[in-house]
């Protein structure tokens, strides 16, 4: 994995990042957005363009927002798994 979209996304899915991905990598969950892992290509194009600062890389996510690194692995993982957002 290389980018997570963290907390500050919960209730406002700005979609900025979702525009300059050049991979389409970022999916819309119930409550957030959400960067797949296995897609991603670390291009950083998302990170900038967030309103809110809520996308960073895996190795710099600050250290109370971590569980949001496995919240982010966990979602593409479940029966419900997030889908393509809404433009």
Not at 5 to 31: L, M, Q
Not at 64 to 78: D, G, H, P, V
């Amino acid at each position: 994995m290389t980018y997570v979209i963290t907390e500050a996304c919960i209730g406002v899915k700005d979609r900025a990042c979702v525009d300059v991905c050049p991979v389409d990598c970022i999916y819309e969950g119930e409550d957030q957005l959400y960067i797949h892992p296995d897609e991603c290509i670390d291009c950083g194009a998302c990170e900038p363009e967030c309103p809110v600062t809520a996308i960073f890389p895996e190795e710099d996510v600050p250290p109370q927002l971590t569980s949001y690194i496995e919240k982010n692995r966990e979602a593409f993982n479940s029966d419900d798994p997030p889908g393509r957002p809404k433009r």
